[in-house]
């Protein structure tokens, strides 16, 4: 076990998706409090950058940027020279003394990161249990941990890290949180507003436009509340995010006068900032689910061919829905707008 003086500068690398990211926040909790003293840094590609870009108990956040996104106007050349080499000679020169890998299952692309540090420690799963692949202090993730959160969490209990893990961590930026209240005209006397997000990455967690529609005005029959709309922007053949820009354009011209504000989020850092001033969101599993939820905002959300025990809303109420069919398209809305009603029932953010 490595004591609090061995260890001087750790780098935390998570490479994954946002909803990966969010819940490796409670680690790096725990790292914090296990070396106060250390300089603590956590290491993603850039387009996750944001959830971390305030966290409070990291001194550094370095960031590397994918191949999928490369920017049109940036060579395959300027890529792997400026971004690729660039970044790894960089992050060799913060000399880290220990790597923490903070994935519950084995990444080879992590892996390959670790070694460029250059750390003398690199902690992490391999796919044996038996050290290689760089990896000399290896995790073992028990049965018992069935969340990402504790999964993650797990890995670090050869620094004598345990315990239940900590709650999520998400701290959007208080200008761009502020910027959200006069875009939604949130107020103290502001009716409830109610975030949809519609997008999902997998088909199997896709929801049809037409029955958004048909939620929300059932929705807005029943309680006095607003509702905000997010959708992952860009067009559909966009190479690099495809996204829901004609899907959501399509859904505001069906809905005639029901109050919905449309937020085209250009970049993670709005949609962080627009779900931290929503009091309810309504979303499949994904990215935006676990922003929620690192913000403590009760979640009804739509499961389709996904692990429900692995990949739930961590430490928030929530309604989880998912047919025996894992089609996100199989939930009826009557099914949804009864889920709303038991968050409305349950939650102090619409009472009188």
């Known amino acids: 076990m490595l004591e609090q003086g061995e260890v001087q500068r750790i780098l935390v690398v998570r490479r994954d998706n946002i909803g990966d990211l969010v ?33 409070p108990d990291l001194d550094a956040v370095h960031a590397y940027v994918k ?8 060579s395959l050349l300027h890529w792997l020279w400026h971004d690729r080499l660039g970044f790894s000679l960089a992050i060799r020169r913060q000399k880290f003394d220990l790597v ?29 249990g038996r050290p290689g692949h760089g990896i000399n202090l290896v995790a073992s993730v028990p049965p018992a941990a069935r969340h990402e ?33 006069r875009h939604f005209a949130r107020s103290t006397s502001a009716p409830p507003l109610i975030g949809v997000h519609i997008s999902a990455r997998k088909p199997s967690q896709r929801w049809p436009a037409e029955r958004f529609a048909k939620l929300l005005r059932n929705l807005k029959q029943s309680s006095d509340c607003h509702f905000a709309l997010f959708w992952s922007p860009g067009t559909a053949d966009n190479p690099l995010h495809p996204g829901d820009d004609e899907t ?20 993670l850092e709005a949609l962080i900032a627009g779900l931290a001033v929503c009091d309810m969101l ?58 709303c009603g038991r968050i409305l029932a349950r939650s102090a953010r619409f009472a009188d």
């Not at 354009?249 to 250009?266: A, E, K, Q, S, Y």
């Open 23 to 55: 819940c490796t926040t409670p680690l790096l909790t725990a790292l914090r409090m296990r070396f106060p003293h250390a300089q603590l840094a956590a290491l993603t590609n850039s387009y996750n950058l944001p959830v971390l870009a305030h966290n």
């Open 67 to 74: 191949l999928k996104h490369r920017p049109p106007e940036r």
């Open 100 to 128: 923490v890998l903070a994935a519950p299952d084995f990444n080879a692309g992590a892996a390959k990161l670790a070694r460029i540090t250059g750390a003398q420690d690199v902690l992490g799963v391999t796919p044996d």
């Open 149 to 181: 959160v504790e999964r993650v969490f797990a890995v670090a209990n050869m620094l004598g890290i345990a315990g239940e893990p900590p709650p999520l961590k998400l701290a959007p930026a208080t200008v761009a949180v502020e910027q959200m209240r």
């Open 248 to 267: 959501a354009r399509r859904l505001l011209d069906g809905l005639g006068d029901i109050p919905v504000t449309p937020l085209h989020t250009n970049g």
């Open 282 to 339: 309504i979303c499949s599993d994904g990215g935006a689910m676990h922003l929620a939820a690192a913000l403590r905002i009760p979640i009804v959300c739509m499961f389709g061919d996904s692990d429900a025990a692995r990949w739930h809303p961590w430490g928030v109420d929530y309604e989880l829905l998912q047919t025996p069919s894992r089609e996100v398209i199989d939930i009826g809305v009557e099914t949804v707008v009864a889920a």
